[in-house]
């Protein structure tokens, strides 16, 4: 029989025993027809490795940022960097603080980056590196650029602050609006299509430039929300919208100025468990039609991803010591026609590249959990189990990744246990007929079964098909 459900939506479900059904590094693409455009979910391909552009000594990276001039601009530990095409850094200055997420921002004329602690500026024409020292929100967060003003939050208070017309480097401290639908704190501004979306921790609110002589912002009447953000840096831009980790431990995506819930209970769970969130972040990017909202949240075992494209989240992760860890980007964004990623350990630069199948050498490891099968109770004694892929992808020469392997692990306990790994062969280089088959399987009431690669080949899964038979009662 066709296995049921190893192909189609994929939530991270919990019984009462243990966690089953998981996508970890495969997303779900849809078969795409003349006819049907979203006709079904059809085959798992492998998410984006990570190539390794440059490394700087710094590190780690806190923020990535394009210029509107087309150049990168990164933060790498106390150091700002411009980064050329051919992915030399050249620092530009020094920040007063060296850990921490940070946030960027240009008018053309200036970048402005902002730490948690500071703002600085640097002029894009001459070089010029200072800090802000006139009446500006010590320890903004967040900062964006609308009609000519740079706009940051002021942390622990419900306003924020804008710049002189096309001058980041000076601030009057009576030029600052109140976000007033509810007495909480601001943590963060993001300018969409020529909007800024003020997140406080219990409501949202959006202003626009009215131009008025005495502050030339104002709310957008409709559009409070009355869900906060739960960590500054999980509010990011997506698909044209934005989306951003609630209060209320959901993951929201506005429709209009309407906040519509995209995370599933399995994605809830992980936010619940993850405790204080305060230091979540997520980052985005796009790749081959699919738009990607990336959350990482601490302590997590993985970094959740959520697919505009097919509405499901999936799971990527680092394989260390036989162990998930969350995946390594900090921040992302495109640059020099690339999707360029930072890394949360250390200086290194990577582009985010789907015919890399490693991550700068570390494996890639994928895993498809399906769901539980059972059958009222009685025992089931699978015989043949053959997972469907696209086989005869093994490298040329010598080394891991010439005879690709994957391994089968089966539940009989619903997901609480785990017996031994069984591993077969995916094909070597050209062997397109190639099966990837397990046989004589025992039995089990409560089976679960999980594949699982490290290859660094190209992998696709097409399906399961299982041979099962179901004893007496």
Request: hydrophobic share 40%; glycine share 12%; charged share 20%.
């Amino acid at each position: 029989m066709r296995f049921p459900g190893f192909i189609g939506p994929t939530y991270r479900l919990r019984s009462l025993k243990a966690a089953n059904e998981r996508c970890v590094n495969l997303y779900p693409e849809i078969i795409e027809s003349r006819n049907s455009p979203n006709a079904e979910i059809g085959y798992l391909p492998m998410v984006p490795g990570l190539k390794r552009l440059a490394t700087i000594v710094a590190g780690p990276i806190r923020g990535a940022f394009t210029l509107s001039t087309g150049r990168l601009a990164v933060v790498s530990g106390n150091k700002l960097y411009s980064v050329t095409p051919d992915w030399v850094p050249h620092e530009s200055g020094t920040l007063s603080t060296s850990a921490g997420p940070v946030d960027m921002a240009d008018n053309g004329s200036q970048l402005m980056v902002v730490d948690g602690t500071s703002g600085y500026v640097v002029s894009l024409i001459t070089g010029t590196f200072q800090k802000i020292t006139s009446e500006f929100f010590m320890g903004a967060s967040r900062v964006c650029f609308i009609d000519g003003y740079s706009l940051v939050n002021n942390p622990g208070t419900g306003q924020f602050q804008i710049s002189s017309l096309y001058d980041g480097v000076t601030w009057d401290g009576q030029d600052f609006g109140v976000a007033e639908g509810l007495p909480d704190p601001v943590m963060g501004v993001l300018a969409n299509n020529r909007q800024a979306w003020v997140f406080g921790t219990r409501s949202v609110e959006v202003y626009w430039n009215s131009g008025d002589a005495d502050f030339p912002f104002s709310r957008i009447d409709g559009s409070f929300i009355e869900h906060g953000c739960a960590a500054a840096f999980t509010a990011q831009k997506f698909a044209g919208t934005v989306a951003w980790l609630s209060d209320k431990g959901q993951v929201l995506m506005a429709n209009g100025f309407q906040p519509q819930r995209i995370s599933n209970h399995a994605v809830e769970r992980a936010i619940k468990e993850a405790g204080d969130t305060s230091a979540a972040y997520a980052w985005t990017h796009v790749e081959g039609g699919h738009a990607f909202y990336c959350l990482s949240l601490p302590g997590a075992e993985t970094t959740w991803c959520y697919d505009l494209n097919t509405s499901q989240w999936h799971e990527r992760a680092e394989l260390v010591s036989g162990a998930y860890t969350p995946s390594r980007v900090a921040c992302c964004t495109y640059a020099y026609g690339v999707w360029v990623a930072g890394d949360a350990t250390d200086g290194r630069i990577y582009q985010l590249d789907a015919e890399t199948y490693s991550n700068d050498g570390d494996p890639l490891a994928w895993e498809r959990t399906a769901p539980r099968l059972n059958k009222e109770g009685v025992n089931l004694f699978p015989s043949k189990f053959e997972l469907e892929m696209e086989t005869g992808v093994g490298l040329d020469g010598v080394g891991q990744g010439v005879d690709p392997q994957v391994m089968l692990q089966i539940s009989r306990d619903g997901g609480a246990t785990w017996g031994p790994e069984m591993w077969v062969s995916a094909g070597r280089l050209g062997q397109y007929r190639h099966r990837a088959t397990w046989r004589r399987l025992g039995f089990g009431r409560d089976l679960v079964f999980k594949v699982r690669g490290t290859d660094p080949v190209k992998t696709i899964l097409l399906g399961a098909n299982l041979d099962v038979e179901a004893g007496r009662y």
